[in-house]
């Protein structure tokens, strides 16, 4: 018998918690179709597998905001995975955090190709300079700052594979805001998820 050679890339250490039953059934499942050469059959159980393991993904990605900073309340953080077939796949998480006159979304995008053009911006500051962005440093990583009245975004792109989009609005906003928050993010983290 075949040994279950997918585990490795579906299977990623730290990702397995509540729904390992059914992951690994889905694996199981595959495998045993690939085995009886059911090719449309283990494609649909290694595909679901996977889109299980990008959940957990999403889960773990949710836990990364950063709580709120002293005088700012947050909403609950959103996740979202998508499997190839939408968007080229990836992950997606987002939080709200609010103050007085003042609103942050923050969100996360890791491992899309989509990605992929977001990237010339962050290798070729005069890009972003032409686009109307200032370019900073921000826990060693590149960001780009813009503003635009009371309208603020700030951009940060980790490991080449998750980008992190703050946008801000309202009388109280400041990219100082956009900053703090941009800085208490665990950029280790977000780059071993």
Known sequence: MKKHWLWAGLLLPGLLLADDAEIRSAIEEGTRAYEAGEWSQAASQFDYAATLVRQLQAGQL?????????????????????????????????????????????????????????AMMFTNPSMAAMS?????????????????????????????????????????????DLEAYAGALDIKALSAL
């Open 62 to 118: 949710g836990e990364l905001f950063p709580e709120p900073l002293p005088g700012w309340q947050a909403d609950d953080a959103e996740t979202q995975a998508a499997g190839a077939a939408l968007f080229g796949g990836g992950i997606h998480a987002s939080r709200h955090y609010h103050k007085d006159d003042a609103a942050l979304e923050m969100t996360i995008m890791k491992n899309s190709p989509l990605l992929q053009t977001m």
């Open 132 to 176: 109307g962005y200032k370019v900073k440093r921000i826990n060693g990583q590149t960001a780009m700052v813009q503003e635009e009245g009371d309208s603020k975004e700030l951009m940060m792109l980790v490991a080449n594979t998750t980008l992190i989009q703050l946008s801000g609005e309202g009388g109280d906003m400041t990219t100082a």
